[in-house]
């Protein structure tokens, strides 16, 4: 069994998708799912399997269907790749964490639209598209930011979903140690 860091996309905003953590994780474990872990109610949580994180991925959004009756975007890493993407933010140590997000998308980057996308610029907001993750600085802050989920959504023709510096950390610490 090997613990699995999941992020669901667009639950508990703004009144929709409305999903109860402490709900959500007797459902999963009710579904066979071990040592179901939740951090805030957003959508994060450790599960621990022996699926791999494609597979992982399909049976919770498919949970979540039958259970809650709509779609939610699900995407799961193991604890290694989330490591990964952090180590590799080309913001780390030149900014103050609390500025730098990780927008994390559900499908591969389409190269065309990503060359256009590289060249827009926004005021106080700086980004970095890879194959796995877009970083995202925003100086005045994410809530101010033009440079959000759903600009990034629009303009790569994709689905993402968006975690601050601090969650991605915490989601691979209590992944690494879940106890």
């Keep these: 069994m090997k613990n699995h860091i999941v992020f669901l996309r667009g639950i508990n905003v703004s009144g929709a998708k409305k999903i109860k953590m402490v709900h959500l994780k007797a459902v999963l474990k009710d579904n066979g799912l071990k040592e179901v872990l939740t951090y805030i109610q957003s959508g994060n949580l450790v599960v621990q ?42 913001f780390k140590g030149e900014q103050e964490v609390s500025k730098l997000y990780y927008v994390l998308p559900f499908a591969n980057i389409d190269i065309e639209r990503k060359k256009i996308f590289e060249k827009e610029t926004f005021a106080n907001e700086d980004f970095i598209i890879t194959d796995s993750c877009i970083y995202l600085k925003c100086n005045a802050g994410y809530g101010k930011a033009k440079l959000n989920n759903n600009l990034v959504e629009k303009k790569l023709k994709l689905v993402a979903t968006t975690r601050n510096d601090k969650t991605m950390h915490k989601m691979l610490e209590l992944a690494n140690n879940p106890s």
């Design 49 to 90: 399997t022996n699926m791999d994180s494609e597979e992982l991925s399909r049976k919770i959004a498919q949970i979540l269907k039958t259970t809650y009756d709509f779609d939610v975007p699900v995407k799961a890493y193991a604890p290694e790749l989330l490591q990964k993407l952090i180590e590799n933010n080309p």
